[in-house]
């Protein structure tokens, strides 16, 4: 069975990447896609279309430029990982939950034990929760098959 | 022009209140709903269900009753405010605006200006961006004319 | 918070009556609805519409004008309640349950732990499972506020 | 014409194999897919997510994650094979049914003849009855042409 | 149960009057609408746009005005009643049921066995056939219970 | 640009053939689809499934038969050319132009001048009318370029 | 029959009032809304959100504001009148017309002659064009009976 | 990331073939499509079906032929450019934008800064307004990869 899996949440660690290469190592045949996941590049997708001075502004540019993009793949997709890290906001990733939600996309959280509490709501409609990379890697070889 | 409007997010002030009190003040048709806002019901809502010995199976079960509620007043609702505080993850607040913006129901948020960046895909999809009560009770007044 | 409530299942004991009274009792704003739980009654709705002389054309004409009342109740519900009793195959009850989940209406099972594991994929989009009619009641209760 | 048909239903007699090997000796262009039928395998899929203590979360978590596949392969095919055996409560094939009906996805059922009562609601929202695995495979032919 | 049943088809006997009668002697709380029957109303519903050459942009107009009509009453009804009879084309009748399928309206035919076959499609897809009013008045007294 | 389309209706000219060469000279990257033609293989379609007494059932069977095909053929083209001769009542023809109209599926009639007047709903919604075989080839180029 | 008309475009002249006051002569049991027409108040609807040194995005903020509005009033019409007159770009009222279109909302267009070939895509959609307010009086007079 | 990329509006200067060339040296995946840009084919388009002597329903039939085309590809795009000129009333391009905002497909304006205030509530529904072909470009390369 071929999937495409959109990876949304933490790009401070390589945890797209480990996916990707686990599922590779058994030929699963599933396209993966994402964000930008280059920081600098994500924040001033929108300056080609001109500067600003309020940051507000630039945000809200740069912001919708990578929504032309992650609107797209997320529509495209079968299943995303939702994937919550231990610092920052990650306010756009129970965005994506949420709009995942509201789609009808079944998504699969993954995250460590200590912020059970705080995403009660975005794991009640997860599918799965998990909480390292390999069993990620398991449940999509368990549904690839 | 009659509307119902649904209130998310920040459940430590009394910003609910001040925009109810303001948009009666002024004698307009609005029905206000939200979710439980007494967080230790909202935390215990699935505790009449069966006792759980794991925190995330007694969550899981209160999210989900709490979601019994809450989309069924999302579905009704013309539009919702989406309130970011200062403290907490409040992961649930942006998950609600990402299933409002999947729904296509516009919604209005409500937040201090220092968090604007981490908060640029949530604002990128609103309609509005408030940084007080007061803007909110009058962009509510405005189109209840 | 004024709610439609679709009550789907067995026939042979008063479980609804019990959470109509129930709510009632606590003047929570119900309204409810079900199939025609009358037997004989729904087993014969088409016979007005001529006799028919193998029992299958008989049942799916009834089963046809049963749906004519039960289609527009299950669109118009905001929650449905899906019970299994320990007897019978039920397959309409659990028919429904797939039907809600497809619409996107949430529901609450209703029953004993002993049939668990059959009814494993019907709890698990369920938004809660009862074993009680006292659960039920209290559950509407809470969301109702 | 090329055909998705899903295959839901009974794991305990070889009726996928007999209709997939049917369509090919034809040379049907038709992809068949089902829910893992493995019945130890299935039950199992969420462990690798973390043991249980209660039956009831192992079969939930094992359910979600077996409809993170399933969810997908319905949406894709154009035409469901429902099977009922004559053991077993079966109620995640009534509810595959009720989901298929919902989403506008045509069915067929097969069955024999002495469960057409309890299957009335079944068998009156689906395309058409087969009481054997021929008959599916004539129909697929007819359809296929 | 109070419903909105649209009266689709044949213009010259009065089966619209007979149904609306026999509900009213009962009570249901049913509300019946339908297109304009007046043969010549109907007709000329777009002359008041202005004169036309051509009995085609005529017939086009007015189709088109009388559909403004339809178009909103069948969106709103939970039940349609499908009428031929014995004369005319009678292609906008067939058109409605299509419509109606299409948007999954439950609807109900009424005619008489001479026509089955050149009705089939449209039948396979009703939830019931009548071939008298009687039997219309009645199945509408037993969904609205 | 690549098209499906959709032929429905008359059986008893060879207006597909004709429509199917005259884009295959031009060689349109068009697919062309239809139900079975072949009157009586498509009365027998559901014969495989069981004899009936009654042909109203006889009828209904091959009837949904015949829909699991076209079903899935309707839902998948881009447009459909829906063709009324001087003969037979033709009432499948004009359900599918409704089931095309609510599914939003634009529509090209084909027919000759002297049923203007009681197609004048199916045309209304109609994307346009042509009388003769050769002007949809011309339109079919058009839209192909 | 009741209807929700909402009424788009041109607000230099009392196009609005006419109907209205037509309609309310006839006792039509029709609502109408619009969008805020009064000129100054619309650009500056979001003012009071915060002042902005780009025209541009003094704009974006009050045309999202307006939009939150109209949005809703659009969603919950049954019919619009989309009216262009002979000045000023209009590109919000054939967006509107647009908007209707895709949502399947008919509308009915009110210009005069001389810019038809302009607006030959806005009036190709729309179930009919008027030159007259007297002309939409009639239309909504006939169609409301 | 391969993109089905809608370019709609201006036809009387080449930004189309600027947009096209940019891309195709940066060996992008994008499939373009656009209406037919030649302005008497497109005028013409529906002349083919019969001479009329009125110019409304000569316009009527060609912008519907154009529609069958048009309409297929808006709903295949990913994303839409669309485009206003300096001259012209442009009334079919803002439709196109507000068929797309309807139907949830994202789009980018391209338009300079003189008509920022008559194209309001089209930017305001954009995710991005560029005023150079050049910007458009990069944008599509940023996204596309």
Request: aromatic share 8%; net charge negative.
């Amino acid at each position: 069975m071929n999937l495409n899996v959109y990876l949304s949440g933490e790009i401070h660690s390589n945890w797209r990447e480990q996916i990707i290469q686990g599922c590779q190592e058994s030929n699963l045949a599933i396209t993966f896609s994402s964000a930008n996941t280059d920081h600098n590049e994500s924040d001033s997708a929108g300056d080609v279309l001109g500067a600003e001075d309020k940051s507000f502004w630039r945000d809200h540019k740069s912001a919708k430029v990578n929504a032309l993009r992650t609107n797209t793949l997320i529509e495209r997709c079968d299943i995303a990982i939702i994937r919550f890290g231990d610092k920052y906001k990650q306010w756009n990733t129970s965005f994506d939950a949420g709009y995942c939600a509201a789609l009808g996309k079944p998504y699969v959280t993954l995250h460590s034990e200590d912020i059970i509490h705080p995403l009660k709501e975005v794991d009640a409609t997860a599918h799965a929760w998990a909480t390292s990379v390999q069993q990620i890697i398991e449940t999509l070889k368990y549904i690839s098959k």
